[in-house]
Structure formats: structure tokens, C-alpha cells
């Protein structure tokens, strides 16, 4: 069962563009939410995280916006680059399950120059 | 600070056959996790160490796969009989504690013939 759903499956956008990537989860138990970044032969590598008693949290061009009570978080990247093309994840953990992360099925993101 | 090193990179069984995949977490990181990630997925938990206990293993396929961290460093993955669905890239993460980022690895990818 896919804890967390994620949409959509692949992205084109032309560079300087703001792609959106959208998370949904239903166990109200998770308690922290990141965004991993992998390009192809690499590991998963921690791009941001939020917490569901933030609505909002920014680092450089990377913002995750989340709706606690729609149970939803998703992830914009301003002014997006070539650079920027790989497949990212959203994740969800629970504090009373030693702490394992749920992934979503994964993002694949182009941005063309 | 040296990152999670894995090896092989690359290996390819046919069915039947065992392999074992071996995990060296970042220095001085209690927690170990090792992932199962198919093509077009996110990676899902097989298990989580807490140095050299089991926390989590829920989702290992115990019948055939097996791990192991006997000196709450090094991690090895086994699996023996492999099975055609068993191809996937095999990650390992390591953290200082669980409520502690996860640093993956580049992973091992398994094709099974």
C-alpha cells in the first residue's frame, strides 16, 4: 500500500519555469516530510524538509508548501535550471516506528534550456 | 567526511543464485537502513539497524533475504534464492540517530536473470 501518493509521474518545464511537485499522505502519525533530489547512478540526497507545524519553509530557489489540514505538501522550484533536471521524491516519517521513511513513487523532471 | 560506500555497484545472477551486497555507513552513524528500489519507484525499507540490533524489518522477505551488522559498523545484504523480481538497485543509508537526516549511498543495482 502506497503510504505516500505523489503526482505527477514526469515534468517538462523550459528553464526559469517553476515546476510543481505534489504529495498527498492519509497517516495523520507522520511527522516530518523531505524532499530528496537523485540523479542517475546516485543515492537519494536530502534537498529540504518541513515539519506539519510549518506551512511554509523556503531554501534558496526550494519551497515546500504544506496543508496539514488537507493532508497534502508539495514541492516549487523557482527559476529552475538545466542542473535542476533529475527525479525527486517526497517522503513521510512517523515517530513511532523507528522513524522509517515512506517514499513516493518519484518525479521525473526536465528542465530544457 | 567520507559518504556511505557500497559495492559492487553493479551485479547481474540468474535466478536461484545468492548475492550479498556490502554497506560502510558514515563514521560514528548508529543507524543503518538498507532499501529495496525498483526501476521507476521509491526506494522502500527493508530494514533499519540501531547499531547492531534489528528495528525494523517488517518489509525484508525474511524466506530469502537476510542482514546482518555484527560489530554496529559494516552492513551486509544477502539473498539467496534470488528471483527475477528481486532486480532493483539495493540502497544503504546511514544517520547519526533516527530522528537524524538519512545519508544514502550510490546504491548496488541487481539484475536478475
Known amino acids: 500500500q502506497q503510504q505516500v501518493k505523489q503526482s505527477p509521474q514526469s515534468l517538462i518545464v523550459q528553464k526559469g519555469g517553476i515546476p510543481i511537485i505534489n504529495c498527498a499522505y492519509e497517516n495523520t502519525a507522520f511527522d516530518y516530510f523531505p524532499w530528496y533530489q537523485q540523479f542517475p547512478g546516485k543515492g537519494p540526497a536530502l534537498l529540504i524538509a518541513i515539519r506539519p507545524d510549518v506551512s511554509e519553509k523556503k531554501e534558496g530557489r526550494f519551497t515546500i508548501s504544506f496543508n496539514k489540514s488537507a493532508k497534502q505538501f508539495s514541492l516549487h522550484i523557482m527559476d529552475s535550471q538545466p542542473g535542476d533536471s533529475a527525479t525527486y521524491f517526497c517522503?513521510?516519517?512517523?515517530?513511532?516506528?523507528?522513524?522509517?521513511?515512506?517514499f513516493g513513487k518519484g518525479t521525473s523532471l526536465l528542465v530544457t534550456p | 567526511e567520507a559518504g556511505v560506500a557500497q559495492s559492487p555497484r553493479y551485479k547481474i545472477i540468474e535466478k536461484r543464485q545468492s548475492v550479498a551486497f556490502w554497506c560502510n555507513p558514515i563514521?560514528?552513524?548508529?543507524?543503518l537502513y538498507w532499501y529495496q528500489q525498483i526501476l521507476g519507484q521509491g526506494p522502500k525499507l527493508l530494514i533499519q539497524?540501531?547499531?547492531?540490533?534489528?528495528?525494523?524489518d517488517s518489509q525484508l522477505p525474511k524466506d530469502r533475504f537476510s542482514a546482518e551488522r555484527l560489530k554496529g559498523v559494516d552492513s551486509t545484504l544477502k539473498i539467496q534464492p534470488a528471483k527475477l523480481e528481486d532486480s532493483a538497485v539495493y540502497l544503504c543509508?546511514?544517520?547519526?540517530?533516527?530522528?537524524?537526516?538519512?545519508?544514502f549511498g550510490p546504491g548496488t543495482r541487481l539484475t536478475v536473470t
Open positions: 517522503a513521510a516519517r512517523r515517530s513511532n516506528s523507528g522513524y522509517a521513511l515512506n
Open positions: 539497524f540501531q547499531n547492531n540490533g534489528v528495528v525494523d
Open positions: 563514521s560514528g552513524h548508529a543507524t
Open positions: 543509508a546511514s544517520s547519526l540517530a533516527p530522528t537524524y537526516e538519512q545519508y
